[in-house]
């Protein structure tokens, strides 16, 4: 989307009440043992402006978001402003894939690149507003913070904008649902239930004791650390899969275009149809059919091309005048003068 | 004046029967009275197009050249080909297909004088706008009178080798005739074939105007040379196309 300057600031700061409402809202229900951070779905809202709005409308969303949050939840406007450009820049970050010429979502490699500019945006993002608690504002103490702060902060928002955006990209049409899409969708649905059930279980069994024992709760964000970690790199993993799985077709499918446009580029063919399996098969047996394709073609142009009209005007010459030059023709040309004259 | 269109090809089987009877039957169905006459009395053949029973025919082209009949009594109406029914007549005056007809008129053959006089007077006694002429295919002396009286001389050729030569033969001895407006028309087109292209080589080649292109039609075949291929395939490219050669050697 191209937006003017005025419509980015403006989006950026509606959608910024908006996200400010829901932080206050969530805010009354913090995280174990986490005296500011809470569980935000609605981080993936800054992230979502971001991109399909524009990055800067992202980051103002974020960032005026968290503002307002926690100005309602009384942690006061200002306090905490390394987390309010936190915010923005998670909102930024994945809006900056359209720079990579990404603006809607159709490849593998490119739903790749998105999940992982989100885990950026919240790596960077938190680690930024870490850096300036150690630099200038000295509330945290480490290493105690890790565990109220630090890990809350990242681990929610990985895990919300990891499962989130997809799911509003789909909705408002900015991911294409393709082969390869909906594969890897597939796959990454999978991991993520499989993952969160394990680390949700964990959650459930401790959860009673988790206030009062130190110990318990720094074991659950450690398990919640494997388990975002397994996370990202089981989506990784199922990306390289995937696209081993989805490339071939890809190729064919490529391949078909250009036969139908006639250039018959069959040469990204090469590597699949030595493959043994179904994709194989089918690049050999599409290679074959655009063979006998082309050949025909081939053909029908050679003869288009021979359409060159070749007259021997010696002998037409000559056969003209064993016609007009007899007593015959004479005479009918006379009378046709005549019926033409009368 | 009605206007005489003599169609001709150098060779055989150019499709010349099948543009004769769609053209007059697109003719007839704007309205217009239009008359074909079969001159190919070595091979005659248009009447099939018509579905004309030659039982009914008593009196045919072969039978005014002799003096047996008046021209007007060889014309047989065949205007229920035309479809939908208009104000336009359409009448048929074909050759005599019984062998001994044949072989008289080609060993005496005929006058163009009679000829002449014979179309004048059909033309007056019909109220013809047109009167088309189909032809037997190469230069012999009948072929030649049909394109000397002609006044508009359309020309069919395929596009192979053979049909360019004696075309252009075909032109230039018309030229000699001095026949005041002959077109060319290129028949059974493969589709591959650039048709704008063709046609442009076609006129350049033969300094002639191209009056149109006609695809090479599958379902003629199908109709089986019974019946108007325009008439029944109103919305075909060869139909389209005809209408397109109706208005310009008429227009
Ligand atoms: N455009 C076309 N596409 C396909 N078939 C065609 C086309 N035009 C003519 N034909 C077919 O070609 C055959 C010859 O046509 P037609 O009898 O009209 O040719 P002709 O020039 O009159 O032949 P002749 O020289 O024997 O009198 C017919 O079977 C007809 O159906
Ligand atoms: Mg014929």
């Given at each position: ?100 010429g990404i603006?809607r979502i159709a490849t593998v490699r490119e739903f790749g690149i ?61 991911i294409l649902i393709t082969l390869e899409t909906r594969t890897i969708m597939m796959i990454t649905?999978l ?43 089981g989506f990784l993993a199922s990306i390289v899969f995937v696209r081993k799985m989805t490339d071939p077709l890809t190729k064919i499918t490529r391949a078909a275009e250009s036969v139908e446009k006639g250039s018959y580029d069959l040469e990204t063919l090469d590597g699949i149809s030595g493959r043994n399996d179904e994709l194989g098969r089918l690049a050999r047996v599409f290679e074959q059919m655009a063979g006998k394709v082309l050949e025909r073609e081939k ?44 | ?251």
């Amino acid at each position: 989307m191209k937006l003017s300057a005025a419509k980015i600031i403006l989006i950026g700061c509606g959608l910024g009440i908006v996200y400010g409402l829901l932080n206050g809202f969530s805010n009354a229900f913090l995280l174990p043992s986490a005296p500011i951070i809470s569980l935000r779905p609605q981080i993936a809202l800054p992230m979502i402006v971001g991109i399909i709005g524009h990055p800067l409308a992202g980051f103002i969303t974020g960032f005026t978001g968290n503002i307002i949050g926690d100005g309602i939840s009384g942690f006061g406007f200002w306090k905490f402003w390394n987390w309010h450009i936190a915010n923005g820049l998670m909102g930024l970050i994945p809006g900056l894939i359209r720079y990579r010429g990404i603006t809607r979502i159709a490849t593998v490699r490119e739903f790749g690149i998105l999940q992982v500019s989100i885990i950026l945006a919240c790596g960077i993002g938190v680690g930024f507003a870490v850096v300036m608690d150690v630099l200038f504002l000295h509330f945290m103490i480490f290493p105690s913070s890790l565990h109220a702060w630090i890990l809350p902060a990242f681990l929610t928002d990985v895990v919300n904008g990891f499962v989130l955006v997809p799911v509003a990209l789909v909705l408002t049409g900015a991911i294409l649902i393709t082969l390869e899409t909906r594969t890897i969708m597939m796959i990454t649905a999978l991991l993520i239930i499989a993952v969160l059930a394990t680390a949700g279980s964990i959650t459930w069994a401790v959860l009673d004791d988790l206030v009062s024992h130190q110990a318990m709760v720094r074991n659950f964000y450690i398990a919640a650390i494997v388990s975002v970690l397994l996370l990202v790199i089981g989506f990784l993993a199922s990306i390289v899969f995937v696209r081993k799985m989805t490339d071939p077709l890809t190729k064919i499918t490529r391949a078909a275009e250009s036969v139908e446009k006639g250039s018959y580029d069959l040469e990204t063919l090469d590597g699949i149809s030595g493959r043994n399996d179904e994709l194989g098969r089918l690049a050999r047996v599409f290679e074959q059919m655009a063979g006998k394709v082309l050949e025909r073609e081939k053909k029908l142009q050679k003869q288009v091309e021979e359409l060159q009209i070749k007259i021997d005007r010696e002998k037409q010459i000559a056969d003209v005048a064993e016609i007009v030059e007899t007593e015959y023709f004479r005479s009918l040309k006379e009378k046709a003068r005549k019926f033409r004259a009368s | 004046m009605p206007k005489i269109i003599a169609i001709h090809s150098f060779r055989g089987g150019t499709g010349k029967s099948n543009t004769t009877a769609n053209l007059a039957c697109l003719l007839a169905q704007k309205g217009q009275r239009v008359g074909i006459v079969d001159t190919d009395i070595q091979s005659p053949g248009i009447h099939v197009l018509f579905n004309l029973d030659p039982r009914e025919i008593s009196c045919s082209l072969n039978d005014f050249l002799w003096g047996k009949c008046e021209i007007e009594s060889a014309a047989y109406d065949v205007s229920k080909m035309i479809e939908p029914q208009t104000d336009g007549k359409l009448f048929l005056i074909p050759s005599s297909i019984r062998t001994g007809d044949i072989a008289r008129v080609l060993h005496y053959g005929y006058d163009i004088n009679l000829l002449k006089e014979g179309y004048q007077k059909l033309t007056e006694r019909l109220s013809l706008d047109y009167l088309f002429i189909d032809t037997h295919p190469g230069l012999n002396e009948e072929t030649l009178m049909s394109i000397a009286i002609a006044d508009i001389l359309l020309i069919i050729l395929r596009p192979d080798q053979q049909d360019y030569q004696g075309t252009a033969v075909t032109v230039e001895v018309s030229r000699q005739l001095e026949v005041p407006g002959m077109f060319l028309i290129v028949n059974k087109v493969p589709d591959v074939f650039a048709h704008e292209e063709l046609a442009v080589k076609v006129a350049s080649t033969y300094q002639c105007e191209v009056a149109g292109v006609l695809p090479h039609a599958d379902e003629m075949m199908t109709l089986a040379s019974s019946g108007i291929f325009s008439m029944q395939y109103p919305d075909h490219a060869v139909s389209r196309e005809m209408d397109k050669i109706i208005q310009r050697i008429t227009g």
